[in-house]
């Protein structure tokens, strides 16, 4: 498969196929140029609705045509685009070794109804869609990258329930696009601040335009840099902006789309157009760009939620931030150290088991109980005639303990340290 600037290109019937039938494609989508055989004659024209039976056909005649197929861009391949998009960046919310992202979106679940919606629909031109399918297909891992720093990007507005109209999908390409020029070799895993930055910026402006994103995306990937924060003792990456051109996702990204890109027809976010829309984008994008810097630096993970929460908070009082959206963000860095400070309690407490690991805090990450995992009724710390009963699987959190099957556990009285300790952690 091959994603090129007009649309999507098979040249193997199977993959076509299999493209087709697994997205729920049949009857919704048609060739952009008909399908001829080694002679030149047409056996499938161009703009007919790929159907089972025309699967068949080509499927008994295959080796006796050229194998090409290119597929027109519609409505209902842009829907699929936009699904499959979104569902690969929701997936780094549920992913939980993400766990700050995992913190900033669980609590605000009510508004995590709504963020399906607003990922879908920041994808609503063909030229957006199919160039981010296209980095999806081919560099996952900077995928990932970009998908993080949307989500970063939006968190931080979400937060706060603005009225703006479009404030949430602008902040959410902001960080999307605002390092999409530097996958070449992983650069992007660098630290990018003061000059390294401003030149990685430059290029990633230059395709944001070609993607033709709104001017306040543009305007705050083009000034968000330029509070001129610093890393103390970081050396920032080493930014050759002729190299990065020549990088083929670049030069692909570059040469736009030679399609019309019309917009998709789904409703715009409620509100109403504010001056202020562009300002909080802008900001919203600082916010996120301080916090992916910093994340990248970490190697201590037990001790990140303190460093975030003290760098952030002391940044924010020096005014690099707006208030409005600092002050609910260090709310969240204050929960999400707690729940870390929570977290390294409770494996400190099933450390203590006389038969390790047996001990298992339930349920992660709130835990408010003991049980003995393994059922070692021998041991001296079973409470005896207080089993728990499991009734639905459990999942740990994050990489913490492993997984707990349905069935009845006997408690231990680890659970009294537990209580002590967890009170006095939250106090």
């Known amino acids: 498969m091959k994603i090129t600037n007009a649309g999507i ?116 031109s063909k030229s957006l869609a199919l160039s981010f399918f296209r980095i999806l297909l081919s560099h996952k891992e900077f995928f990932n990258h970009l998908a993080d720093f949307g989500l970063l990007s939006l968190g931080s507005v979400i937060q706060k329930q603005y009225g703006f109209k479009m404030v949430n999908r602008f902040s959410f390409l902001a960080g999307l696009c605002a390092d999409i020029s530097v996958s070449k070799e992983g650069l992007y895993k660098q630290s990018f601040f003061g000059s390294s930055l401003t030149s990685a910026v430059n290029l990633s402006l230059e395709i944001a335009r070609k993607l033709n994103l709104p001017e306040e995306v543009i305007s705050a990937i083009n000034n968000h840099g330029s509070n001129g924060f610093e890393i103390p003792d970081v050396v920032p990456a080493t930014v050759n902006v002729e190299d990065l051109r020549k990088h083929q996702l670049n030069q692909d990204l570059l040469a736009g789309s030679g399609m019309e890109d019309d917009s998709s027809d789904d409703e715009e976010e409620a509100g109403e157009y504010a001056d202020d829309t562009a300002a909080v984008t802008l900001d919203a994008l600082k916010i996120a760009r301080y916090i992916m810097e910093n994340l990248k630096l970490t190697t201590d993970k037990e001790h990140v939620s303190e460093k975030l929460l003290v760098m952030f908070t002391y940044n924010a009082e020096k005014g690099l931030f707006r208030k409005d959206l600092a002050d609910p963000m260090i709310d969240r860095f204050k929960e999400f150290d707690q729940a870390i400070k929570r977290i390294r309690t409770i494996a400190e407490i099933e450390n203590k088991c006389k038969f390790p690991p047996s001990a298992w805090a339930y349920p992660k990450p709130k835990a408010a109980q003991i049980l003995c995992k393994d059922k070692n009724y021998q041991c001296p710390w079973i409470v005896n005639g207080w089993d728990l009963r499991i009734i639905s699987p459990q999942d740990p959190f994050g990489h913490i303990g492993t997984s707990l099957d349905v069935g009845t556990y006997p408690k231990c009285a680890l659970e009294e340290e537990l209580h002590a300790k967890i009170k006095y952690t939250d106090s």
Do not use: C, T
């Not at 098979?10 to 039938?21: D, R, S």
């Not at 050229?66 to 960046?89: E, G, H, Q, Y």
């Not at 399906?116 to 920041?122: D, F, H, L, M, V």
């Open 9 to 124: 290109e098979f040249l193997e019937f199977n993959e076509f196929k299999n493209f087709a039938v697994d997205y729920d494609l049949l009857g919704s989508v048609s060739l952009s140029e008909p399908v001829v055989d080694k002679n030149g004659n047409i056996l499938i024209k161009e703009k007919v609705a790929i159907k089972e039976n025309i699967l068949k056909k080509l499927e008994g005649m295959e080796g006796n045509y050229i194998p090409s197929f290119k597929l027109a861009m519609s409505k209902d391949l842009m829907r699929m685009l936009r699904m499959v998009l979104s569902k690969a960046i929701l997936s780094r919310i549920e992913d939980r070794s993400n766990e700050f992202i995992f913190h900033l979106y669980e609590q605000n679940a009510e508004r995590m109804a709504s963020l399906k919606g607003i990922i879908q629909n920041s994808f609503y």
